[in-house]
């Protein structure tokens, strides 16, 4: 089935030159990605882990990595407050845009190094007013689409097509503060909007070098998410985690990842309720029509994000002291 609508507006809203990099405690850049929480988890056989934590920080969680390594991601300040990250070598830089925002999450890097993700300046909670940005060599670049409650930008590849997704306003003008979820495809200014056939609301996630787009929907039938795939044109229903409650559930500042290969990384739940991070929450890997959950030792829940064409995986885990940590898994 083809996309359902399209709309074609001038996508950039707000254009906004500035040194965006920038640590709001401190110094621009943090070197170590070994600070004393980096540990390697590693088992004797079969894939590596790397703790990750951004130093100072509480609650990191890496979203996304690129061709050469780099990573982006989130993580909690001691104030409180939610800033992105950039960890490139064993170099970490806070994100933090635009000036006087509230928030920030870097969600997703392509192979060029630019960034994107969302933000805030007036609500704390990040339910409103939220606001995709792109972060492209220093210079940021605020959109929405057009008449949306909410934009969140989740995914961008080499040639800097965006996808993510807004919250409409149907709730806020029919009075039930239910406002549905729609996909969407920014390319060279114009959105296009992505929604799965029948679905009650849709997200867009990532789009591969091939013009792939991987999402989630929620299905009317069964009011659960579910993943499915977008090739020119044309949805695809991924099947679910075998024995899952249920797969790609919402929760915890919510993506899965895409590679060129079309290998799939995102989480699904054991028992019911399907909470943020928690013993019944895993990620996996879906390559090759094979699944595989993705679980770092010792972890009491976990999420996968983000994966590179290489096959590294980065995501997120809660410990026995109900710390989040983000990691790197390596194959």
């Not at 003008?173 to 549905?180: F, Q, R």
């Not at 879906?286 to 995501?315: E, Q, R």
Request: charge should be negative.
């Amino acid at each position: 089935m083809k996309v359902e609508r399209e709309i074609s507006l001038i996508a950039i809203l707000t254009i906004l030159s500035w040194g965006c990099l920038r640590d709001a405690a401190g110094p621009t850049a943090r070197s170590a990605f070994s600070p004393p929480r980096a540990a390697l988890l590693a088992s004797a056989t079969g894939p590596t882990f790397t703790t990750i934590d951004f130093p100072g920080g509480f609650a990191t969680l890496a979203a996304d990595i690129n061709k050469t390594g780099q990573i982006v991601g989130r993580y909690s300040g001691i104030s409180g407050l939610v800033h992105g990250f950039l960890l490139s070598g064993t170099t970490f830089t806070s994100i933090t845009v635009p000036p006087g925002a509230l928030w920030t999450r870097a969600i997703a890097i392509n192979d060029g190094g630019d960034i994107v993700g969302d933000y805030s300046l007036t609500d704390a909670r990040g339910d409103k007013n939220v606001h995709g940005f792109l972060l492209r060599g220093g210079t940021f670049l605020s959109f929405d689409f057009p008449g949306a409650a909410g934009t969140v930008a989740e995914g961008i590849d080499a040639n800097d097509d965006i996808v993510g997704f807004y919250t409409d306003n149907v709730g806020n003008n029919t009075g039930t503060g239910a406002n549905n979820r729609h996909g969407f495809l920014l390319r060279s200014g114009a959105f296009t909007a992505i929604d799965f056939p029948g679905a009650g609301s849709t997200e867009a996630w990532r789009i591969n070098s091939n013009g792939e787009v991987l999402g989630r929907y929620l299905s009317t039938t069964d009011s659960k998410w579910h993943l499915y795939r977008l090739r020119s044109g044309s949805f695809t229903a991924i099947a679910d985690f075998p024995a899952a409650t249920q797969t790609a559930p919402d929760g915890y500042s919510h993506v899965g990842g895409l590679n060129t290969q079309g290998d799939v990384t995102s989480d699904y739940c054991s028992s019911t309720p399907c909470q943020k991070v928690d013993a019944g929450v895993r990620g996996f890997l879906l390559s090759a029509s094979t699944y595989t959950t993705v679980d770092p030792p010792g972890a009491m829940g976990s999420l996968a994000f983000g994966i590179n064409d290489d096959g590294d995986i980065v995501g997120a885990y809660i410990d026995a002291n109900g710390g989040i940590h983000g990691y790197l898994r390596t194959p």
